[in-house]
């Protein structure tokens, strides 16, 4: 039988990971750095293949190693959850959280299921709204936290998640093909409109905006219908859509940031524990890539799990 592998290794290696440097995660996970050197080495001779390469100062993760990474994630995530269902001082309060409703959809299944196995004598409340709303719920109070759409100008969530923002159009019709290109969007305030503005206006592509709303459905109805064209991040995507690239004449968009904005708790303990819980299963979470990929072209497509520092990190969406 084969040893099991050494979680506290795991946890290292992860942090080695993330951070990209033995010393830097040395003083992380409190050890020196010839110890945490020795604990790779181990690690490797378990595994059996190498998991790091020098890139410059950097210390990279082989192929091998990214394997590596993704079930390391899971078996820390699944050891806290496992030690959280036994612990006898338990979380118990109710916990406010809100986030849109695209996020929603394919985020809070796997969130709050595993949440509430480790903490069940929580009580989660949920809102979706757009991230403006919610930025404003977090300012007035009535929110202990939210998964929002990260805002590089104003700072306001620490990022957790990085995907594509991609145009997509239906698979079943040539809306792109028109003349004057009929688009369905979040309210002016959306970031993500305004980015495609601008990428049509570099384009001098015609355009006009046909659908205007902060419902995922309703967007992604005048998608599938064939009567608009979008943006949405990767996890958004839809069986039936098309995603459009440079081939069919559409400039690159920015990247969707997802983050996590805190508010004012009188239960800080149970708002640090979902934070945490989220970002972790986000790392957890990839795109169903193989069940529903009949219609998409995801051949340029991949998004980026945000590797996190140390505490000091609508349409739709916005």
């Given at each position: 039988?084969?040893?099991?592998?050494?979680?506290?290794?795991l946890q290292?290696?992860?942090?080695?990971?993330?951070?990209g440097?033995?010393?830097?995660?040395?003083?992380?996970v409190?050890?020196?750095?010839?110890?945490?050197?020795?604990?790779?080495?181990?690690?490797e001779e378990?595994?059996?293949?190498?998991?790091?390469?020098?890139d410059?100062?950097?210390?990279?993760?082989t192929?091998d190693?990214?394997?590596?990474?993704?079930?390391?994630?899971?078996?820390?995530?699944?050891n806290?959850?496992?030690?959280?269902?036994?612990?006898?001082q338990?979380?118990e309060?109710?916990i406010?959280?809100?986030?849109?409703?695209?996020?929603?959809?394919r985020?809070?299944?796997e969130?709050?299921?595993?949440f509430a196995?480790?903490?069940?004598?929580v009580e989660?409340?949920?809102?979706?709204?757009?991230?403006?709303?919610?930025?404003?719920?977090i300012?007035?109070?009535?929110?202990?936290?939210a998964?929002?759409?990260?805002?590089e100008a104003?700072?306001?969530?620490?990022?957790?998640?990085?995907?594509?923002?991609?145009?997509?159009?239906s698979?079943?019709?040539?809306?792109?093909?028109?003349?004057?290109?009929?688009?369905?969007f979040?309210?002016?305030?959306?970031?993500?409109?305004?980015a495609a503005c601008?990428?049509?206006?570099?384009?001098?592509?015609?355009?006009?905006?046909?659908?205007?709303s902060f419902s995922?459905?309703?967007?992604?109805a005048?998608?599938?219908?064939?009567?608009?064209i979008s943006?949405?991040?990767e996890?958004?995507?839809r069986p039936g859509?098309?995603?459009?690239?440079?081939?069919?004449?559409?400039?690159?968009?920015?990247?969707?940031r997802?983050g996590?904005m805190?508010?004012?708790?009188?239960r800080p303990?149970?708002?640090?524990?979902?934070a945490r819980h989220?970002?972790?299963?986000?790392?957890?979470?990839?795109?169903p890539?193989?069940?529903?990929?009949g219609?998409?072209?995801?051949?340029?497509?991949?998004?980026?799990?945000?590797?996190?520092?140390k505490?000091n990190?609508?349409?739709?969406?916005?």
């Open positions: 039988m084969h040893a099991p592998l050494d979680l506290d290794q290292t290696f992860i942090t080695i990971a993330d951070i440097s033995f010393t830097r995660a040395a003083d992380e409190h050890r020196t750095q010839s110890a945490v050197s020795m604990q790779m080495r181990r690690l378990r595994i059996g293949k190498p998991l790091f390469e020098k410059g100062r950097l210390n990279k993760l192929e190693g990214e394997r590596l990474l993704s079930y390391a994630r899971r078996l820390i995530f699944l806290r959850e496992t030690l959280a269902a036994f612990d006898d338990r979380l309060g109710t406010r959280i809100g986030t849109p409703d695209d996020y929603a959809d985020f809070l299944p969130i709050m299921a595993r196995r480790s903490n069940p004598h989660l409340t949920v809102i979706c709204e757009p991230t403006p709303g919610l930025v404003e719920h300012k007035r109070g009535n929110l202990d936290l998964l929002v759409t990260h805002n104003k700072a306001q969530s620490e990022v957790v998640r990085r995907e594509p923002l991609l145009w997509v159009s698979a079943n019709h040539l809306t792109h093909e028109q003349d004057v290109l009929p688009m369905a979040g309210r002016p305030n959306c970031i993500w409109r305004r601008d990428v049509l206006d570099q384009m001098k592509r015609d355009y006009r905006v046909l659908f205007t995922a459905t309703v967007i992604a005048a998608v599938l219908s064939g009567l608009a943006v949405l991040p996890c958004a995507l859509m098309r995603v459009l690239g440079e081939a069919d004449g559409f400039g690159i968009l920015p990247d969707c997802i996590i805190r508010g004012q708790s009188s303990e149970l708002v640090e524990a979902l989220i970002s972790e299963s986000l790392d957890n979470i990839s795109i890539i193989a069940e529903e990929a219609s998409f072209d995801f051949a340029a497509l991949s998004y980026t799990k945000m590797k996190r520092p505490p990190p609508v349409m739709p969406g916005w």
